[in-house]
C-alpha cells in the first residue's frame, strides 16, 4: 500500500524558516518524480514544486522560486521542502504527491497534508 | 502560465442527478487534464487523467471528454459520497495550474 505521511509544519512567523518533509512507502521511491502541492484555507489547490527521480530537475511556481527548496533522499524515502522568507500568503496545507514515473503528471497518491501558518 | 477556469464554481443538484462540471484551459493542451474529487479536511483523490481515462477504482458512473481547450467531467447519476469538491488540473507544461474548484452539494 502506498503511503505518504508529511511532517514538519507548524507556526512560523513572517520571514522565517520550516522544513517540510515527506516520508514514502510502498513504492519504489526512487523510481517516481515527486510534488508539494498546497492549498490556503478555504482555497483551491496550488501546485508548488517537484523533483525528477534522480533530483537532477526541479521546477516551482513562480511564488516560491528563490524561497522555497525541493529535495529528496532517495536511500530513504524522503522527500523535503525548505521554505525560507516565509510570507502570510504561505499558509495553507502542504500536501506531498507522488508524480509521473514517465510522461505528462498524474499525482495518484496523496499525503494527508500538513499545515503551515505563517504570521506573528 | 497556462489558466484553469472551470464552471460552475458551484451547484446544487439531487441523488440521482447528471451533473456535468466544464473546465477551460487558456491555450491548448491537448488531452493533457486530469481531474480530482475533494472532500472536507482530505486529500485529493485522482478520478479520471488524459482527459477521459477512469483511474482504477473510480466508479464508471463517472467520465472525462475533451481535448484541446475545453473539457467536462460528467457524473451520470450523483450518489450522496459524490458531494464534494472538483478540480481540474492541466499537465501540458509547469507551472502545473489547477483549476479553482466546482463544489458539488446537496439540493
Known amino acids: 500500500e502506498v503511503q505518504l505521511v508529511e511532517s514538519g509544519g507548524g507556526l512560523v512567523q513572517p520571514g522565517g524558516s520550516l522544513r517540510l518533509s515527506c516520508v514514502a512507502s510502498g513504492f519504489t521511491f526512487s523510481s517516481f518524480w515527486m510534488s508539494w502541492v498546497r492549498q490556503a484555507p478555504g482555497k483551491g489547490l496550488e501546485w508548488v514544486a517537484n523533483?525528477?527521480?534522480?533530483?537532477?530537475?526541479?521546477y516551482y511556481v513562480d511564488s516560491v522560486k528563490g524561497r522555497f527548496t525541493i529535495s529528496r533522499d532517495n536511500a530513504n524515502n524522503l522527500l523535503y521542502l525548505q521554505m525560507n522568507s516565509l510570507r502570510a500568503e504561505d499558509t495553507a496545507v502542504y500536501y506531498c504527491?507522488?508524480?509521473?514515473?514517465?510522461?505528462?503528471?498524474?499525482?495518484?497518491?496523496w499525503g494527508q497534508g500538513t499545515p503551515v501558518t505563517v504570521s506573528s | 502560465d497556462i489558466q484553469m477556469t472551470q464552471s460552475p464554481s458551484s451547484l446544487s443538484a439531487s441523488v440521482g442527478d447528471r451533473v456535468t462540471i466544464t473546465c477551460r484551459a487558456s491555450q491548448s493542451i491537448s488531452t493533457y487534464l486530469n481531474w480530482y474529487q475533494q472532500k472536507p479536511g482530505k486529500a485529493p483523490k485522482l478520478l479520471i487523467y488524459a482527459a477521459s481515462s477512469l483511474q482504477s477504482g473510480v466508479p464508471s458512473r463517472f467520465s472525462g471528454s475533451g481535448s484541446g481547450t475545453d473539457f467536462t467531467l460528467t457524473i451520470s447519476s450523483l450518489q450522496p459520497e459524490d458531494f464534494a469538491t472538483y478540480y481540474c488540473q492541466q499537465s501540458s507544461r509547469t507551472p502545473l495550474t489547477f483549476g479553482g474548484g466546482t463544489k458539488v452539494e446537496i439540493k
Open positions: 523533483i525528477k527521480q534522480d533530483g537532477t530537475e526541479k
Open positions: 504527491a507522488r508524480d509521473k514515473d514517465e510522461g505528462p503528471t498524474l499525482l495518484k497518491y
